[in-house]
């Protein structure tokens, strides 16, 4: 996956490397600006069994500030924050893999170095017996959800 | 034996004329013998469902995924109207967005299991869920209208189309906090076993209806423009989507 451009940050940034689940690394740049979740949306996407992107609505290219051509057939840690420990998404991929829903309060960031909190929900699409991708599903979650998140999170890191 | 259609309980008996004439052309359209029943609640209808005597139903999406994955219904059509909710409080209330909500609220409904699933979904983010609010059951959404300008309940949950079908008088005397805006989630025409091989031959049929003018007044008395043919995997899509939200 591509490294974060500096062209595409607002305002000051810091820059950390993420390593990702497949072995790889990504330079990510991001600030502290947090964009609010936008009221009474869903935001929703589907990837393949290899967790690349292959469908998202107009409320997840808005949040993530990409053009929707720029996010189809990405990883889905396009998305991934520093912030957000190895260990959660270590906990959702092994549970959507067992064939089970897997939810918990996600730190995303955004193409502009931003960042927003969502509650995701994902499962796996399962279509004649066989897992054939899976579907996320975000929606607003509480400001004391996120608070505890932060804390977990950290102590996590 | 005639085959037996239905709609989903969230109609109101000025919308199930529209439904009867709609069965006329059904019956026309397929060339069979077709009967309408309607139920006056949702369990009432799942019973009639999990008896095996419903053969084509305008199903809510909650129930539309039970009908596929369980009882072999196949997908035909939906209309361009996704079914949204919005959360009404009284109009003198002081609140004025969800997060502002307190545990122990009296929240007006009716038993769609859709609606309720999105409103409770809605209020998430005020740390409100089942165990800590009070549901008060209503026959109709102008019920729980009334329930809230009665002030016998704080919160209600509206369809909303049927929010906004309510006349002006009584949505004076409301205050919507916030309306879904989902996009994708959709009642559904669905068949069942025993006509599942008629799905594209009908889908084709409603597809045209706005072609003439008697399938537009027709449109015009569901509250639709015009009817969308679903396949599957838009179908298995939804249901994708009600089965993560109801987690």
């Known amino acids: 996956m591509q490294d974060m451009n500096p062209s595409d940050i607002q305002g000051e940034y810091r820059e950390t490397t993420l390593d990702l689940y497949n072995g790889t690394q990504r330079k990510v740049l991001v600030t502290d600006m947090e964009t609010p979740y936008p009221e009474g949306k869903l935001i929703v996407s589907r990837t393949d069994t290899e967790g690349r992107i292959t469908h998202c609505n107009r409320s997840f290219v808005d949040m993530s500030g990409y053009e929707e051509a720029e996010i189809i057939g990405q990883p889905h840690a396009l998305l991934r924050h520093p912030d957000m420990p190895a260990a959660a998404f270590e906990d959702l991929w092994n549970t959507v893999k067992a064939g089970r829903k897997w939810h918990g309060y996600v730190k995303n960031l955004r193409k502009d170095g931003g960042y927003y909190w969502v509650y995701a929900t994902v499962i796996p699409n399962v279509r004649n017996g066989q897992v054939v991708g899976y579907t996320s599903v975000r929606r607003k979650p509480s400001r004391q959800k996120v608070e505890e998140a932060i804390q977990t999170y950290a102590s996590m890191s | 034996m005639p085959y037996q259609f239905t709609v989903s309980p969230d109609f109101g008996p000025d919308q199930l004329a529209g439904w009867h004439i709609f069965n006329t052309w059904l019956q026309r359209q397929l060339g069979t013998d077709i009967h309408f029943e309607t139920h006056d609640a949702f369990d009432e209808q799942r019973q009639s469902i999990s008896e095996d005597q419903i053969d084509i139903i305008y199903a809510n999406p909650f129930d539309a995924s039970f009908l596929v994955r ?6 035909v059509a939906s ?3 996704p079914d949204e909710t919005t959360i009404a409080v009284h109009a003198d209330n002081p609140v004025t967005e969800v997060e502002a909500l307190q545990p122990g609220c009296r929240i007006a409904q009716t038993d ?3 609606i309720s699933m999105m409103g409770m979904i809605l209020l998430e983010p005020a740390n409100l869920d089942r165990d800590n609010t009070e549901a008060l059951i209503q026959d109709s959404y102008i019920q729980v ?3 809230l300008i009665q002030e016998k309940a704080d919160v209600g949950f509206f369809l909303t189309e049927a929010y906004e079908r309510l006349s002006n008088l009584v949505k004076s005397q409301l205050k919507p906090l916030v309306n879904s805006d989902i996009q994708v989630v959709s009642h559904t025409l669905l068949l069942g076993p025993a006509l599942a091989e008629r799905k594209d031959e009908l889908a084709g049929k409603l597809q045209a209806m706005s072609d003439d003018v008697q399938g537009q007044q027709l ?12 396949d599957e995997e838009e179908m298995e899509f939804m249901i994708d989507l ?3 939200l109801a987690a």
Do not use: C, Q, T, Y
Not at chain 2, 70 to 75: I, Q, T
Not at chain 2, 219 to 230: A, K, Q, T, V
């Open chain 2, 242 to 244: 009600i089965e993560a």
């Open chain 2, 79 to 81: 209309p361009h109207n």
């Open chain 2, 70 to 75: 369980e009882k072999g219904f196949v997908a």
């Open chain 2, 112 to 114: 769609d299991p859709d």
């Open chain 2, 219 to 230: 449109l015009d008395s569901l509250g639709f423009r015009s009817w969308n043919p679903m």
């Open chain 2, 145 to 147: 209208a009334k329930a």
